[in-house]
C-alpha cells in the first residue's frame, strides 16, 4: 500500500530589507572593514574579503575602541571588561565611560585617557610620564581642609 507523501514544505520568504531603508554597521570578523547592512538582517558578506560576519541580536548594545597594538578599530558587546584584537591578539582593557580619565600630557600636551584611580600615565606620543594626581570630591576636599585647620590649631 502507497504510503501518502506530506506536501513540501514551503521555502523561507526571503529577506526583504525595511520600508524605511534603516541601516546599521559592524566591522568585518575577515578584514576589518566596517560593514553597512540593512536592520534586520542576520548575518552579512563582506565584499571585500568575502567572509561572513554574523549580526548580533537585536538590542544588543554595541561599543568601539581602538586596539593599542595595532590600532584597528574593534567592535565589541557593550559591558565587556576587555577585547582581544583578532588581527594582533592584543587583550584590551574595555572601560566605561565613568572608569576613565583625562590628563594632558605635561611634555606634549596630549589629552590622555587612563583607568579612573591610576597614579601616572604614559603618553603614546613622546612616551613622556604624567602624574595623574589625586581629585578630591568636594564633601571630601571640605574634610580635608577640615583637617588641615585642625591640625593648624594644635600645632604648637
Known sequence: ??????????????????????????????????LLYPVGATSVCCAVCNAVTVVPPPGTEMAQLVCGGCHTLL???????????SCCHTVNLALEANQVAHVNCGNCRMLLMYQYGARSVKCAVCNFVTSAGVRLSKCCRTEVQELKLLYTLVDY
Open 75 to 85: 567592535m565589541y558587546i557593550r559591558g565587556a571588561t576587555s577585547v582581544q584584537c
Open 1 to 34: 500500500m502507497p504510503v501518502p507523501l506530506a506536501p513540501y514544505p514551503t521555502p523561507p520568504a526571503p529577506y526583504t530589507p525595511p520600508a524605511n531603508g534603516a541601516q546599521s554597521q559592524l566591522v568585518c570578523s575577515g578584514c576589518r572593514n566596517l
